[in-house]
């Protein structure tokens, strides 16, 4: 499923400093009947946003008014659990198109790569500032440049790694099969060379 091409993005975020969240936590395992990939983010931390009687707990960052954008920094290890793929459509369907952290699960970062979604490791100091950034003033804005993998909060920059494939696919909104059909011609002439 190809997704919006990902360059640079300028926004806003928001923070989320727990550490070890898993899959489950993300999106709890009861809202994994659906066969499609849209609706995901309604439930997206489900049992942080909501309490029993499904009234939003005001307390919960994704409930506060005061922070909005589509970068959600997350705490270490974040991710972890459970191979489930929904967790980073989840996320995406909300609206977030990168998450930070100073690790991730192996598993949920390719997930997230495969749908569009960008996993950005930074280092832990990194990762610091830019939650008291945030925390100190919502309307902080972060800028990603996939082009130079950069990622600058205010004067303070830090640059990340990423797959050069995966960057290929996000910079052209491609997943694996749009990146196959994207070199159709290549294909055809190599064809042709080997008959």
């Not at 400093?17 to 309604?42: C, M, S, V």
């Not at 990194?126 to 003033?137: D, H, P, Y």
Request: some cysteine; aromatic content about 12%; charged content about 25%.
């Amino acid at each position: 499923m190809s997704k919006d091409k990902f360059t640079t993005l300028k926004t806003t975020a928001v923070p989320l400093p727990n550490e070890n969240i898993d899959t489950d936590q993300i999106i709890p395992a009861r809202f994994l009947k659906a066969t499609t990939r849209e609706g995901f983010g309604d439930n997206l931390f489900r049992d942080w946003r909501y309490d029993a009687d499904n009234n939003p707990i005001a307390s919960f960052v994704l409930n506060d008014k005061k922070y909005s954008g589509k970068i959600l920094v997350a705490g270490k290890n974040f991710g972890c659990g459970s191979s489930r793929e929904h967790a980073a459509w989840a996320i995406y369907d909300f609206g977030f198109r990168v998450v930070v952290s100073s690790f991730f699960a192996d598993i949920f970062k390719n997930n997230a790569l495969n749908n569009g979604l960008l996993p950005i490791v930074v280092s832990d100091g990194f990762l610091k500032q830019m939650l008291e950034a945030i925390e100190l003033n919502p309307k902080t804005e972060i800028v990603v440049d996939l082009v130079n993998q950069i990622m600058q909060v205010g004067a303070v920059k830090e640059s990340f790694e990423i797959n050069a494939y995966k960057k290929t696919c996000l910079m052209n909104g491609y997943d694996d099969i749009d990146y196959l059909l994207s070199l159709n011609q290549e294909i055809k002439a190599f064809d042709l060379a080997h008959s």
